[in-house]
Structure formats: structure tokens, C-alpha cells
Antibody
Framework: EVQLLESGGGLVQPGGSLRLSCAAS????????MSWVRQAPGKGLEWVSV????????YYADSVKGRFTISRDNSENTLYLQMNSLRAEDTAVYYC??????????????WGQGTLVTVSS | EIVLTQSPATLSLSPGERATLSCRAS??????LVWYQQKPGQAPRLLIY???NRATGIPARFSGSGSGTDFTLTISSLEPEDFAVYYC?????????FGQGTKVEIK
């Protein structure tokens, strides 16, 4: 059974940093592109970032470009999202998701339970 | 960026009724349209991919149709567990944008 377990969320001040982790199990992480998708409280879904199987290529939404960095450690079965220069509008539940199809034009067949990031002073 | 517009925003129906949800794209996405279901406090769940293909384990009462710019998700007979928010997503262009969601609520 595929399982994705996010951690690392919490309360952070504007301008601060946070690193999210997603522990993957039940499948071979190195075979799959992976993504982060976020959902602001009471709002819809936003694709934040995607990374290829070996981590050599990444894409970012314009809203986070230059501030967030996606990475992965296939040997540790873990996906990461380093978030810097955080803003109030980054407040959201962040989901890790397994990508199916073309890596930056895929869809998501498995999702983690999400981790809440709150940016507030 | 492709904009997806879902309608209606809220659909009030009774168990056993048919639900018809719409997703319209601002430009053609061919058949690269995906549907998800999300219940309160839960992650989204994949229902339909590439317009009309049911994901593994999804009941046959869920069906998708459409191509180009107009798509429909149909739930043939609502079960109590189907009351949720439904999102469409296009995967034709980066970034893969989502619609704003349709809430199917109990009437």
C-alpha cells in the first residue's frame, strides 16, 4: 500500500523558513516524479512544485519561484520542500503527492495527509 | 495559465439523485482533464483521469466525459459518502491548474 507521510509544518513568522519532509513507502520512490500541492484554509488546490525521478529537473509555480526548493533523497525514500522568505499567503496545508504521467504534466494518484504551515507574527 | 471554471459552486441533492458537475477550460486541454474528490479534513482522492478513465477502486457510478474545453463529472446515483467537494485539474499545460471546486451537499 502506498503511503506518504508529511512532517515539518508549524507556525513561522513572516520572512522565516521551514523545511517539509514527505516519507514514502509502499512503492519505489525512484520510479516516480513527485510534487507538492497546497491548499489555503477554505480554498482550492494549487500545484506548488514538481521534481523528476532522479531530481535533476524541477518546476515551480510563479508564486513560490525563487523562495521554495524541492528536493529528494531516493535512498532515504524522502521528498523535501525547503521554504524560505515565507509570506502570510503561503499559509496552507501542504500535500505531498505521487505523480502519474509526464512528470510536469501529470496527475496525482496518491496523496499524503498534509501538513499545516501557518505564517503569522 | 489555463483557467478552469467549475459550476455550479454548490449542488444540493438528495441521496439517490443524479449529480452533474461541469468544468470549463479557458482554452483546449484536449482530454487531459482529471477529477478529484475531497472530504473535510482529508486529502483529495483521484476519481477520473484523462476525462473519462476511472481510477483504481472508483465505483462505476462515477463517470467523466468531454474534450477540448467542456467536461462533465456525473454521479449516477448519490450515495451518502459522495457528499464532498469535487475538483477538476488540467494537465495539458504547466502549471497544472485546478478549478475552484463544486461542493455536493445533502439537500
Amino acid at each position: 500500500e502506498v503511503q506518504l507521510l508529511e512532517s515539518g509544518g508549524g507556525l513561522v513568522q513572516p520572512g522565516g523558513s521551514l523545511r517539509l519532509s514527505c516519507a514514502a513507502s509502499g512503492f519505489t520512490l525512484s520510479d516516480c516524479a513527485m510534487s507538492w500541492v497546497r491548499q489555503a484554509p477554505g480554498k482550492g488546490l494549487e500545484w506548488v512544485s514538481v521534481i523528476t525521478t532522479n531530481g535533476d529537473t524541477t518546476y515551480y509555480a510563479d508564486s513560490v519561484k525563487g523562495r521554495f526548493t524541492i528536493s529528494r533523497d531516493n535512498s532515504e525514500n524522502t521528498l523535501y520542500l525547503q521554504m524560505n522568505s515565507l509570506r502570510a499567503e503561503d499559509t496552507a496545508v501542504y500535500y505531498c503527492a505521487k505523480v502519474v504521467g509526464a512528470w510536469y504534466l501529470g496527475y496525482f494518484d496518491n496523496w499524503g495527509q498534509g501538513t499545516l504551515v501557518t505564517v503569522s507574527s | 495559465e489555463i483557467v478552469l471554471t467549475q459550476s455550479p459552486a454548490t449542488l444540493s441533492l438528495s441521496p439517490g439523485e443524479r449529480a452533474t458537475l461541469s468544468c470549463r477550460a479557458s482554452q483546449s486541454v484536449s482530454n487531459y482533464l482529471v477529477w478529484y474528490q475531497q472530504k473535510p479534513g482529508q486529502a483529495p482522492r483521484l476519481l477520473i483521469y484523462d476525462a473519462s478513465n476511472r481510477a483504481t477502486g472508483i465505483p462505476a457510478r462515477f463517470s467523466g466525459s468531454g474534450s477540448g474545453t467542456d467536461f462533465t463529472l456525473t454521479i449516477s446515483s448519490l450515495e451518502p459518502e459522495d457528499f464532498a467537494v469535487y475538483y477538476c485539474q488540467q494537465r495539458s499545460n504547466w502549471p497544472g491548474t485546478f478549478g475552484q471546486g463544486t461542493k455536493v451537499e445533502i439537500k
